[in-house]
């Protein structure tokens, strides 16, 4: 096994178990402690890996799960935000669905409209709408991030400069008051703030699993948010968030 097989194997490992130790790998490999470390490194240099003392770890602030491990995750939650969301939709609409495994929930529910008009950049999506009858799909092109299966980049953003919506759903990695909706991938980020640049009417539905968190991308401030749908919120946080004017709808 040369170098480069060797460090495949190891991040295969930091995805499944969040950790490695220099003395494991060096057993399990049958190479000296310095060329396990050395591994690490450069490991480190290409991949969301953090070289620490005696092993590596993976790094969570910067790792995103790839969206098809995603798609059952607060699956229940998901459904429920997805129905709740689209009862501001009306019949005849433009919408911008954003990527993200809750925009697709979203998508799901759709059916029960007519005449709509979708744009997404998420390729799930459009997999599962173009089939209706009712239904448009327009797709935004550019380049394919493929752990994520959405599309981004200059090409979209032009696309997206000469369309308007006449509401957008967006979802996030995190949400909190001060910093709004962040995620991971500056592309995707761009993306996302350009589409609710054109949107009448912008929505934020989330998971209560973001609430707290912060990611180095900014998608949306709160002054920009016009309803936030999420499954369950404290009374204290939901009077912050209606304090920039937001209609914060929680499942009951």
Known sequence: MNGKERQHEIYKMLREDG??????????????????????????QS???????????????NHETAYAK??????????????????????????????????????????????LS????????????YKFDDIDVFVLGGDVRKNEESLYGDTAIAAIKSLSFNIGFFSGSGL????????????????????????????VSVDQSKYGLVYKNRILDLDAIDTLVIDHMQDDQIALFKK????VRTIN
Do not use: W
């Not at 950790?19 to 480190?44: G, N």
């Not at 991949?47 to 602030?61: C, N, P, Q, T, W």
């Not at 979708?118 to 709408?129: F, G, R």
């Open 176 to 203: 909190t008051v001060k910093s709004g909706l962040t995620n991971h991938h500056r592309g995707e980020a761009t993306i996302s703030r350009a589409a609710a640049s054109q949107c009448e009417k912008i929505i």
């Open 47 to 61: 991949e969301s890996v953090k070289v620490i003392r005696g092993g590596a770890v993976l790094d969570m602030v």
């Open 118 to 129: 979708i744009v997404t950049n998420s390729l799930p999506i459009v997999n599962y709408l």
């Open 70 to 115: 995603r798609l059952n995750t607060n699956i229940f939650a998901k459904e429920a935000i997805a129905k709740e969301s689209i009862e501001l939709i009306h019949d005849g609409d433009t919408i911008y669905l954003d990527y993200g495994t809750t925009c697709l929930q979203i998508a799901k529910t759709l059916t029960r409209y007519k005449n």
């Open 244 to 247: 920039h004017n937001i209609d």
């Open 19 to 44: 950790s490695v130790k220099i003395h494991d790998l060096s057993e399990q490999f049958d190479v000296t402690r310095e060329t396990a470390r050395r591994d690490l490194y450069e490991l480190s």
